[in-house]
């Protein structure tokens, strides 16, 4: 039997992605690592969600705290829109790699291919690159297909549904188009 490191982003996104590996006979255990997801209130809300989602389905969740505001600001302030590849992807999922590793999994894997706002190609990639150079397997499956089914579940469950991605880029993003419209808009 594989033993499954899935990262986790948020309550919500992992509902499609253990459904469907538990139709698999896999297992998976969740481990949240996210430094990117601001602003701290948001961060502990999608926690604390996965958690109680976690207990109420029987899963097992590690939990590595690491609120990052600073390093992602340094990190990302030269390139803002390749954030997530250029770190987001890679410092998230090298910390579930390394995690991995360190305590015997055969794989791993993230909810972030459940999500359609996601730079999936990219992602994929980046997953692909840790999985070889920490020599263990990139268990791929295109969530996707059941991105709705998950948050029709989400919302009736009545999990905290995130209206971002999670770094404050991706809020300022949500509101753009509502900002342009406003603009238009006549008095």
């Known amino acids: 039997m594989k033993k499954v490191l899935m990262h986790t982003c948020c309550a919500p996104c992992s509902i499609y992605c253990i459904d469907s590996l538990r139709l698999e006979n896999i297992e998976p255990t969740l481990f949240w690592y996210n430094p990117n997801i601001h ?8 926690r ?3 958690k ?6 029987n899963t097992e969740l ?7 505001l600073d ?6 302030s030269g390139n803002i829109e390749n954030r997530c590849i250029n770190y987001c992807y890679p410092k998230r999922l090298g910390e579930t790699v390394r995690f991995a590793v360190e305590h015997g999994y055969n ?25 070889e150079d920490f020599g263990i397997e990139f268990l791929y499956r295109d969530f996707r297909v059941g ?3 998950g948050q029709s579940k989400a919302r009736e469950l009545g999990l905290y549904r995130q209206k971002y991605c999670g770094c404050i880029f991706s809020e300022e993003e949500r509101y753009a188009k509502q900002i342009e419209k406003d603009k238009n808009v006549s008095i």
């Open 39 to 46: 602003p701290y209130i948001e961060y502990k809300t999608r």
């Open 48 to 50: 604390d969600c996965l």
């Open 52 to 57: 109680e989602y976690a207990k109420s389905i």
């Open 62 to 68: 590690i939990i590595k705290e690491e609120y990052g």
């Open 71 to 76: 390093d992602f600001c340094r990190n990302v």
């Open 107 to 131: 794989a791993f894997t993230t909810t972030l291919l459940v999500s359609p706002y996601q730079k999936h190609d990219e992602l994929k990639k980046t997953c692909e690159r840790l999985a």
């Open 147 to 149: 991105f709705h089914e």
